[in-house]
């Protein structure tokens, strides 16, 4: 299942405890992740069509684990996906 956003970036933030989270904005939108994602976030970044295989990848994330990131952002509407099936 490919996925891609367009014009998105990514950002750091902190809370008032000082965790740091990576935030991907797209769209207008914006959603938050743990560090351990940024390789995954950032492959997006590289435009075009991805696979959640070379997500998993990117990130040495399972690709159970890519897909729960991927629907955080579909559902957030920062990214979208083309064909094939959750």
């Known amino acids: 299942?490919?996925?891609?956003?367009g014009r998105s970036r990514l950002t750091f933030a902190a809370d008032g405890e000082g965790a740091v989270a990576v935030r991907f904005a797209a769209a207008g939108q914006e959603a938050?992740?743990?560090?351990?994602?940024e390789p995954l976030?950032?492959?997006l970044l590289g435009g075009g069509w991805v696979s959640?295989?070379?997500?998993?990848?990117?990130?040495?994330l399972t690709v159970a684990d890519a897909a729960a990131v991927a629907g955080e952002l579909v559902d957030?509407?920062?990214?979208?996906v083309?064909?094939?099936?959750?």
């Open 52 to 60: 959640l295989a070379d997500l998993a990848a990117a990130a040495e």
């Open 41 to 43: 976030l950032r492959r």
């Open 82 to 86: 083309r064909g094939g099936r959750w």
């Open 1 to 5: 299942m490919p996925l891609t956003t």
């Open 32 to 37: 938050d992740f743990d560090p351990a994602v």
């Open 76 to 80: 957030a509407q920062a990214a979208t």
